[in-house]
């Protein structure tokens, strides 16, 4: 474990025991202040919530115990003051780019990665090996084959062994859960090796003629959306398929690696996936195989609840019956409803200034309103049917659930509006390491 010793723990927020309006969430006073002062050309804008942030963290690292390992997934928002405030409470950060490498290698430097990803370049394999990088995730034969060489070339004499976690598409018992948001495994997919080829790969990883890498075990990341009970029994399979396989060639098991997809449910924002449940079925597990470190990754159920994306509605129209809102910005900014589908919960923050001389355009006083973006396009919609009666232009709308898979993996220069403001609540007395 690297982990750096993390403050007292907050005791965990209370179970929800009514299912909250998913169209308003609360935000803390801290980012409802922000937003309410930033001026209008100010927005949109991201603000991050680090104090919140931490407090999750650390609920979910001691929920997890000391026998779990856990990464944070770069990918979900790599923000370099949200890497910063998650090193405390993680032992990595997983990478699965060049990019990412030297990007989270220069905002948390010194701290583990673990390079994944199907497909990896010669190019970022060698800066990997360069970089010092301990841990890969080997997804074929070409991809172990192409390690070898870039170890064998580039790391100096005294260089430890490079560590190898072979990343098999492992089937699923009864099927990938049908709640879940994305399978990457269990059925036919470009992730991984095909289990029927992870023997010869092994025997080749281990037969010596790879002498700068070592085995460390098994990565299988095979779904994402998951509760804790359905993760729970993904882990102990893939755990029990990892043993047979070590077994099968008289080695140990350093490692397994059960993959994050740990569930977000946009619908009910005060809903948390039940971190105590896995940590404590995770423990049993280790217990269960003592001589094997577990690990999980995940990104979103880290991130995403300490993220809001802010702006201000521009126009209130009807159009055959129906009320539309038009807000700054859309979602080439926070892409997240339409990839996964949803209305992204949100809540109002009214506005009673009204700079403009022309009547203020206005929602009526009952019925649903959809919030839409500046896009010329009909695909570019936050939320669908809000409720938001008397909705006004000037008032502000706050979207929750933005920390994770939003603005990073957003179409940002469709139309060349402006890029929105990033700002940063609940800084530590340090900064979070970083100069804003």
Request: with cysteine; charged share 20%; hydrophobic share 40%.
């Amino acid at each position: 474990m690297t982990r750096a010793t993390p403050p007292p723990v907050p005791a965990p927020p209370p179970p929800v025991s009514a299912p909250p309006d998913p169209a308003r969430p609360p935000a803390s006073a801290a980012v409802d202040a922000l937003v309410r002062d930033l001026p209008a050309d100010g927005l949109p804008a991201y603000v991050y919530d680090l104090a919140a942030l931490r407090d999750h963290a650390a609920h979910v690292r001691t929920s997890l115990g000391d026998r779990v390992e856990l990464y944070y997934a770069a990918k979900a928002n790599p923000d370099p003051r949200v890497l910063r405030a998650l090193a405390p409470y993680t032992d990595g950060y997983e990478v699965s780019s060049g990019g990412e490498l030297a990007h989270v290698a220069a905002a948390v430097p010194g701290r583990p990665l673990a390079f994944g990803g199907p497909g990896r370049t010669p190019e970022e394999t060698d800066a990997a090996v360069r970089a010092g990088v301990p841990l890969f995730h080997v997804e074929s034969a070409r991809d172990l084959r192409q390690l070898s060489a870039a170890v064998e070339r580039l790391a100096g004499a005294d260089a430890p062994p490079a560590g190898v976690l072979l990343r098999v598409n492992l089937p699923v018992a009864g099927g990938v859960p049908a709640t879940s948001a994305l399978a990457m495994g269990g059925s036919p997919s470009p992730f991984g090796s095909d289990p029927a080829e992870a023997e010869d790969l092994l025997r080749e990883l281990t037969g010596g003629g790879h002498p700068r890498l070592r085995w460390r075990g098994v990565h299988a990341h095979l779904a994402s959306g998951l509760t804790a009970s359905e993760h729970l029994a993904i882990a102990r399979s893939t755990v029990a398929w990892s043993a047979a396989l070590a077994a099968r060639h008289g080695l140990p098991l350093p490692e397994v690696n059960v993959g994050g997809g740990m569930t977000v449910d946009y619908t009910r924002p005060g809903d948390r996936f039940d971190w105590a449940a896995l940590g404590a079925g995770l423990t049993r597990l280790a217990d269960e195989h003592p001589g094997t470190v577990l690990r999980i990754e995940p990104g979103r159920a880290l991130t995403a609840y300490c993220g809001w994306y802010a702006t201000e509605v521009l126009d209130v129209k009807r159009s055959h019956g129906e009320t539309f809102a038009v807000l700054r910005g859309g979602t080439h900014h926070l892409r997240t409803p339409v990839t996964r589908g949803h209305d992204q919960p949100h809540t109002v923050l009214p506005v009673d200034a009204w700079p403009h001389p022309w009547p203020r355009p206005t929602a009526p006083p009952e019925g649903p309103v959809t919030l839409t973006g500046q896009l010329c396009t009909p695909k570019d919609v936050f939320a669908r049917e809000a409720s938001a009666p008397g909705l006004r232009a000037g008032d502000r709308v706050v979207f929750a659930l933005a920390g994770a898979y939003a603005w990073n993996i957003s179409h940002h220069d469709f139309l060349m509006h402006p890029k929105p403001g990033f700002h940063h609540v609940g800084a530590s007395p340090d900064g979070d390491g970083i100069t804003p």
